[in-house]
């Protein structure tokens, strides 16, 4: 089975600072791994996802993620937050199965201050 | 980019009425889930279909749910005798046939239920 964890159920970081949102996976298969946005009243946006390819990865709007399996993490960061990157961050885990479901995180509020 | 759709945006019923969640997929999509978020918490599956079948569901996924894919483009949920535990936000995601695509998301429907 796999799961998600992510540490912070609320991060407030200053605009221009750097934005760190962790996320730790457990998977009994090589795992593909995602973030989602949801903005307020909105649905699910994928910001990036791994697949086994660069352990590095890189999304929309500046944020990008790193893959490292020795640790079981897979952190969203982007180097300067803006106000617009107030949201709800989930991170999700995938097998590789056929009929594969996604498992979510229970999501980080990221809030930006002025 | 390609949509998925769902109507109606905001469901309000009365306790033990059933109600039908509507979605239409992206068209050449052929995996289709249901997953519900209750306000404040995480993101839940609850039912994955393929080939006009579900393919795996999870314990929230009891007798007083079904899915549907009546025609060649809707995807319902259907919740035959709603309670107030039902009250949700519930989204619809389709992909495609690739094991490393991601899901693409519908902005919701809100099931209130009173």
């Known amino acids: 089975a796999q799961s998600v964890t992510q540490l912070g159920s609320h991060v407030s970081v200053s605009e221009g600072a750097l934005v760190l949102l962790r996320c730790n996976y457990s998977?009994?298969?090589?795992?593909?791994l995602f973030w989602y946005v949801q903005y307020p009243n909105q649905g699910l946006q994928l910001l990036l996802k791994y697949t086994s390819a660069a352990t590095l990865v890189k999304g929309i709007n500046g944020f990008e993620a790193e893959f490292k399996k020795s640790e079981t993490s897979f952190h969203l960061t982007k180097p300067s937050a803006h106000m617009s990157d107030a949201a709800e961050y989930f991170c999700?885990?995938?097998?590789?199965?056929?009929?594969?479901?996604?498992?979510f995180g229970p999501g980080t509020r990221l809030s930006v201050l002025p | 980019e390609p949509e998925v759709t769902q109507t109606p945006s905001h469901q309000v019923t009365q306790m033990g009425q059933e109600v039908i969640l509507r979605c239409v997929p992206i068209?050449?999509?052929?995996?289709f889930y249901w997953y519900r978020q209750i306000l404040g918490q995480k993101v839940e599956f609850l039912v994955s279909?393929?080939?006009?079948?579900?393919?795996?569901k999870s314990e929230i996924f009891d007798d007083q749910f079904s899915v549907e894919r009546p025609d060649g483009s809707n995807f319902t949920l259907k919740i035959r005798s709603t309670k107030l535990e039902d009250s949700a936000m519930y989204f619809c995601?389709?992909?495609?046939?690739?094991?490393?695509?991601?899901?693409?998301f519908g902005s919701g429907t809100q099931l209130s239920v009173l």
């Open positions: 068209s050449n999509h052929l995996y």
């Open positions: 279909f393929y080939n006009n079948e579900i393919s795996e």
């Open positions: 995601a389709s992909r495609g046939t690739g094991v490393s695509e991601k899901l693409f």
């Open positions: 999700a885990v995938s097998d590789q199965g056929h009929g594969q479901n996604f498992v």
């Open positions: 998977s009994s298969v090589p795992p593909y």
